[in-house]
């Protein structure tokens, strides 16, 4: 077993940041909403080039909350010009939210990954739509903060219970490149829209102005029943699939994943697994009625990248360079990253008898 990728400890108290990840230290933490925390890292000037990131990407933080190391991931909600932030809402029985929302302090140090993530946005995108709700709006701030910067326009449609329950309503307010609209569902206001955001509602806004159809990209975040209904709704009134980009924040149950496919059928008996984890390859035998390649480097001491383990995030993310896997489910990899190779290891078995597979590439 090599030293590269594994999980240590330094001491009984104190633990190694995961591959990947660096300690990085509250700069700031302030409310947004009265469950919901904007927390602020500085980033040493030796790691700005690791932690420079594309608008609509996430970080993943790795911290111990009951004496238990816990992984999850946060969209990135700075501007350009601003350090490196996510935004918190608190979930019921959230371990990590709970955390964040009531114990974090500035001057705390947290382990946070590298940024990644598909959900991105880049200037020639200058007219963008989008539909978000609830904490959904994260990545989107991004995209609407970079944007002020660029000559754009960002057409934006959050649903909200309510304005005390909105996250970032005064920053959204104030962009002169986004024109808001607040969607919301437990109060009427004059020149707001009001019930939640979904196919009925979506559906009212395209055909109140048909110009939104003509936008260079559409970005879609928040519960699974929005992006679900406006995804449908956009794709009925003739967007092109590839223009929508979505960005889920847990295992949906409404959505079919694009390439689900149950790998145990097709390959019966052990596979060879070579996997290439920083330069290091690792030899694994993997029985894909029982394993998936995450699970199997994990139990064998590795610590590889990962995050939600449910085919969300892209965090586990590999390419097989020789033999095939097939993946369970799919919900964050593109059509093209999936023909080039790639696949999420949390939820990729062996279909051959030898497969190699790299995180390097
Ligand atoms: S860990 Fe999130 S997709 Fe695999």
Same mark, same amino acid.
């Given at each position: 077993?090599?030293?590269?990728?594994?999980?240590?400890?330094?001491?009984?108290?104190e633990?190694?940041?995961p591959?990947?990840?660096?300690?990085?230290?509250?700069?700031?933490?302030?409310?947004?909403?009265n469950?919901?925390?904007?927390?602020?890292?500085?980033?040493?000037?030796d790691?700005?080039?690791?932690y420079?990131?594309?608008?609509?990407?996430?970080?993943? /933080? =790795?911290?111990? *909350?009951?004496? %238990?190391?816990?992984?999850?991931?946060? #969209?990135?909600?700075?501007?350009?010009? &601003?350090?490196?932030?996510v935004?918190i809402?608190k979930?019921?029985?959230?371990?990590?939210?709970?955390?964040?929302?009531?114990?974090?302090?500035?001057?705390?140090?947290?382990?946070?990954s590298?940024?990644?993530?598909?959900?991105?946005?880049?200037?020639?995108?200058?007219?963008?739509?989008?539909f978000?709700?609830?904490?959904g709006i994260?990545?989107?701030?991004?995209?609407?903060?970079?944007l002020e910067?660029?000559?754009?326009?960002?057409?934006?449609?959050?649903?909200?219970?309510s304005?005390?329950?909105?996250?970032? /309503? =005064?920053?959204? *307010?104030?962009? %002169?490149?986004?024109?808001t609209?607040? #969607?919301?569902?437990?109060?009427?206001? &004059?020149?707001?829209?009001?019930g939640?955001?979904?196919?009925d509602?979506?559906s009212?806004i395209?055909?109140?102005?048909?110009?939104?159809?003509?936008?260079?990209?559409?970005?879609?975040?928040?519960?699974e029943?929005?992006?679900?209904?406006?995804?449908?709704v956009l794709?009925l009134?003739?967007?092109?699939?590839?223009?929508?980009?979505y960005e889920?924040?847990?295992?949906?149950?409404l959505?079919?994943?694009?390439?689900?496919?149950?790998?145990?059928?097709?390959?019966?008996?052990?596979?060879?697994v070579?996997?290439? /984890?920083?330069?290091?390859?690792?030899e694994?035998?993997?029985?894909?009625a029982?394993m998936?390649?995450?699970?199997?480097?994990?139990?064998?001491?590795?610590?590889?990248p990962?995050?939600?383990?449910?085919?969300?995030?892209?965090?586990?993310?590999a390419?097989?360079?020789?033999?095939?896997?097939?993946?369970?489910?799919?919900?964050?990899?593109?059509?093209?990253e999936?023909n080039?190779?790639?696949?999420?290891?949390?939820?990729?078995?062996?279909?051959?008898?030898?497969?190699?597979?790299?995180?390097?590439a």
């Open positions: 077993m090599g030293l590269f990728g594994k999980l240590f400890k330094k001491s009984e108290n633990v190694s940041a591959k990947g990840f660096h300690s990085l230290v509250v700069s700031e933490l302030k409310n947004v909403t469950d919901s925390v904007y927390v602020a890292f500085e980033v040493p000037t790691l700005k080039s690791a420079s990131f594309t608008p609509g990407q996430y970080v993943n /933080l =790795s911290v111990e *909350v009951d004496g %238990k190391q816990e992984r999850r991931s946060y #969209s990135i909600c700075s501007g350009p010009a &601003e350090n490196l932030a935004a809402k979930v019921d029985n959230g371990k990590v939210s709970t955390w964040a929302t009531s114990d974090l302090k500035v001057g705390d140090s947290v382990f946070i590298q940024p990644e993530g598909n959900f991105t946005w880049s200037k020639e995108k200058g007219f963008v739509v989008a978000v709700a609830g904490s994260t990545p989107v701030l991004s995209i609407a903060k970079h910067h660029e000559i754009g326009d960002l057409r934006l449609f959050y649903g909200n219970k304005e005390d329950k909105t996250m970032f /309503l =005064s920053d959204l *307010v104030q962009l %002169k490149n986004t024109k609209v607040f #969607s919301f569902s437990e109060l009427a206001k &004059e020149g707001q829209l009001s939640r955001l979904n196919k509602k979506v009212e395209i055909k109140s102005d048909l110009n939104l159809l003509k936008a260079d990209a559409y970005y879609l975040c928040g519960p029943a929005l992006i679900k209904d406006a995804k449908e794709e009134f003739g967007v092109a699939k590839n223009k929508i980009h889920l924040f847990t295992t949906p149950v959505m079919k994943s694009e390439e689900t496919t149950v790998a145990t059928a097709i390959f019966e008996g052990v596979s060879n070579s996997v290439i /984890l920083d330069q290091e390859r690792i694994l035998k993997i029985d894909p029982k998936n390649v995450l699970q199997s480097l994990n139990d064998e001491g590795y610590d590889p990962y995050s939600c383990r449910g085919g969300v995030c892209c965090s586990c993310k390419k097989v360079l020789e033999g095939k896997a097939m993946m369970k489910l799919n919900y964050s990899l593109t059509e093209e999936v080039a190779g790639y696949i999420l290891t949390c939820q990729a078995y062996p279909a051959s008898e030898k497969v190699v597979i790299s995180y390097d």
